[in-house]
C-alpha cells in the first residue's frame, strides 16, 4: 500500500543503488517538486549532492530566502546560489511582449545554470565525478508536458538531450509516478517546512509575466508588495488549500485617477486573480469571501504607495488564461 514512509525508503534505496559513489547535482527553483526531489536525494546520499539554484530576481518575497535559509536548514543540503537579479533585468529591459519575456528568462536561465552545472563538475574531487542529475518530473509531467511551475523551466531544458555535449548525466527522477497531493506529503515525511510543502504553482519566468508592460526593479519592488499582502491574507483566511493558484497582477503601463487623503493620486491598478483548478487545463475564477478581498483591497491601497485601484478578475479558463501574458 502507498504510504510515504514507504516511498521515502523505496526511492532512497534505489537512488544509493544507482549513485553509488558518484556526485549528484540538482537544480532547485522554490517550487515543491523540486525542494522535494533534492531532499529525497539528500536523504539517500548525503553530501554527494549539491543543488543549485538560480536566483533570476523575479520570485516573490521571501522566496529566495526560504530556499537559501529554510530550505538548507531543514535538510543539510549543499547549495550553491548564483545570484543573477542584475543579469536578468538587464536582459529584460524594456522588453514588454510576454513571448520575448519568456523567451529571454528561458535563455539566460540555462546559461546560467550551465555555467553552474560546469563549476561543480570542476570543483568534484577526485575520483568522484559528478554522473547525475535530478529532476523533479511528477507523474502528469510523464503523461503530458503542459503548464507547471517554476520546475518546469529545468524540466523543459535540462533533459539529457538539451544538455551541452560535454555535460552529459543520467537523470534521476524520484516523484515520477507521483501525483502532486503525494509529493507534498513525501515533503512532509521528509520535514520540510509547511510555506514550501504548500507552495501554490509558480510559472518559471514567475513575477516578468505578471507585470503587463516591461520589468524593472521598481515595478518588481510594487508587485512584490501588493503579492506579499494577498499571500498574508489568503493564508490569514484559510483558503490557501482550496485555491489553486492566485497570480497578482500589475497593469504597470495603466494609470487612473484616485483620491486619498487630500489629494489628488494617480497610480497603477492591481488584478487579484484567484483560481480554482484541477490541473491548470481548465480554470474558473475563485469565489473569494467579501470580507477577504476587502480587507486585501484595503491593505494593497493603503500599503504601496503607487497603487490606488484593485479589481477582481473574474474570468474563466477558457476564454481567459490563468496568467495575464
Ligand atoms: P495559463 O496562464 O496558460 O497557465 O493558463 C497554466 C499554468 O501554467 C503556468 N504557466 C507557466 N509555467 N512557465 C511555467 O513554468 C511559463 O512560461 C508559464 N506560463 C504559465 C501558470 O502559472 C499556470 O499554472
Redesign the pocket.
Known sequence: TWTSVNIVDEQVEKIRAEVGDARVICGLSGGVDSAVAAALVQRAIGDQLTCVFVDHGLLREGEAEQVEQDFVAATGVDLKVVDAAERFLGHLAGVADPEEK?KI??REFIRVFEQAEREVVEAAPEGQPVRFLVQGTLYPDVVES????????I??HHNVGGLPEDLEFGLIEPLRTLFKDEVREVGRQLGLPAGIVNR??????GLA?RIVGAVDADRLRILRAADAIVREETTAAGLDAEI??F?VVLLADVRSVGVQGDGRTYGHPIVLRP?T?ED??T?DWGRLPYDVLEQISTRITNEVDEVNRVVLDVTS?PP??????
Open positions: 519568456r528568462i528561458g503542459g503548464g507547471g511551475e517554476g520546475a518546469a523551466n524540466k523543459s501554490h504553482p509558480f510559472p518559471g519566468p509575466i489553486w493558484q497570480p483560481v483548478s491548470a487545463m480554470a479558463k481567459g488564461t490563468i496568467e495575464w501574458e
